[in-house]
């Protein structure tokens, strides 16, 4: 896949979109679900404060020497109060459907 065929892919697959979407569906349950953990990171939570924009698209050709873990992986660092906090990763397979998704804070 070239770098023409990737940026198609992304805008007819709606990457960026559903990148942010799946972001604060994830972090909503985190929320809800990690109430002390959310508290230490990000104390009394203030959403203005919190930048969410992607700051990467990427092929990934996983499980070496075989490649048959392959994905287009979205990025959006977590950055709160300009502080960068972990990182939230989105998994597609080459079809569009979403394989998976991590939310880490460091």
Known sequence: ???DELKDWILRHEIEKR???CFWLNFRCYETEEQEECKHFFGS??????????SQIALMLGNYPKFDYNHI??????????KNIGLYRLYFEYSGAISDDYFTLY
């Open 19 to 21: 990148t942010i979407e």
């Open 45 to 54: 939570f203030d959403e203005a404060e919190l930048q969410v924009k992607i």
């Open 1 to 3: 896949m070239n770098t």
């Open 73 to 82: 992986v979205s990025y959006i660092p977590i950055i709160y109060k300009g």
